[in-house]
C-alpha cells in the first residue's frame, strides 16, 4: 500500500502520463479501498492505537482496555486494529465473536458499522444497512476464502454475532467465543461472564468505553493481572480527529 502511494504521488508529478498508466494506477487504488481498509486504517493511526493493536495481536494480554474520551479513537482502534483484522487474518472456519453495545441503536452505529466498512463486504452474508444494521438478530457470518496455518479446510465462515447489554443476563451464558468486542462498556456484572465465554479457546476480550466507569479501574487498570492491559486515550491521541 505505501508504494501503490509513492507511485501515485510520482505519477503526479508527471507532467502528461499516459492514459494507461492513470488508469492502471486508479484501479489499484479503488482496489486497496474496498479489499484494504483496514491496513489503510494503521497508516493513519496515532502511535499508541498501533501499540496497543498490536499488543492484541501478540496474545500475551486476555483483557485489553481502551479507555478514553468522546472522539479519541478507542472504538475506531478496538475494532478497525484489531476486532475486524482478526476476523480477516485470524478466523477460521467455526470461529465465533461477539460484539457488544450498550443497545441495538449503538450496535448498529457504533460496532456493526465499523466492521462493515472496515472488511470486504462481499465475504458477508447479507448486507449492512443504516436504519436495520444487520438485522433484528443481529447474526452475521464472515467468508474465509483462503488457506491459512491451523486450517482443516480452504474456506469455511467465522460468526459475527452482536449483541447489547439491555439483553437478558443469559444470552451471555452460551457460546464458546474466540474474540469479544465490549464497546461501552457499562455493566460490570457482564464482565466476568464475557470471560467464561473465552477460557475454552483462549480467547481475548477487547473494551473500549469511557473513564468514568470507576470498576474499570479496580478490575483492570488497577488489578496487577499481567494479563491485563489498559490504555487512556485523548483526542490527542487520534489522529484522524485532527
Known amino acids: 500500500i505505501k508504494n501503490l502511494f509513492e507511485v501515485y504521488q510520482r505519477l503526479r508529478d508527471v507532467e502528461e502520463p499516459s492514459e494507461e498508466m492513470v488508469n492502471l494506477v486508479q484501479e489499484a487504488q479503488s482496489l486497496v479501498e474496498v479489499e484494504s481498509a483496514i491496513d489503510l486504517s ?4 496515532s502511535g499508541k492505537q498501533t501499540d496497543l493493536a498490536e499488543a492484541f495481536w ?10 478514553g ?14 476486532m475486524a483484522r ?14 457488544i453495545s450498550q443497545n441495538w441503536k449503538k450496535s448498529v452505529e457504533a460496532c456493526q458499522r465499523e466492521l462493515w466498512e472496515a ?3 462481499s465475504n458477508f452474508s447479507k448486507p449492512w444497512s443504516e436504519e436495520y444494521g444487520f438485522g433484528d438478530h443481529a447474526v452475521v457470518t464472515y467468508a474465509v476464502k483462503d488457506q491459512r496455518p491451523g486450517m482443516s479446510q480452504k474456506s469455511g465462515k467465522v460468526t459475527i ?24 462498556a457499562s455493566k460490570e456484572s457482564l464482565f466476568g461472564r464475557l470471560l467464561m465465554r473465552l477460557i475454552d479457546r483462549r ?14 479501574k479496580m478490575r483492570i487498570e488497577e488489578s496487577g493481572n499481567i494479563k491485563y492491559k489498559h490504555t487512556s486515550f485523548t483526542t490527542y491521541d487520534n489522529e484522524n480527529n485532527l
Do not use: H
Not at 474520551?69 to 484489531?82: E, F, H, T, V, Y
Open 42 to 45: 494503521f497508516l493513519s493511526a
Open 58 to 67: 501478540t496474545k500475551k494480554y486476555n483483557v485489553l482496555a481502551w479507555v
Open 69 to 82: 474520551a468522546n472522539r479519541s479513537g478507542k472504538s475506531w482502534g478496538a475494532g478497525r486494529l484489531c
Open 86 to 99: 482478526w476476523i480477516r487474518d485470524r478466523g477460521y472456519p467455526g470461529s465465533r465473536v461477539w460484539c
Open 119 to 121: 472488511l470486504p463486504q
Open 161 to 184: 454475532q452482536f449483541m447489547n447489554e439491555e439483553q437478558n443476563y443469559q444470552v451471555f451464558e452460551s457460546s464458546k467465543c474466540d474474540v469479544i468486542w465490549w464497546d461501552e
Open 203 to 216: 480467547g481475548q476480550l477487547l473494551i473500549s468505553t469511557l473513564p468514568q466507569e470507576i470498576w474499570l
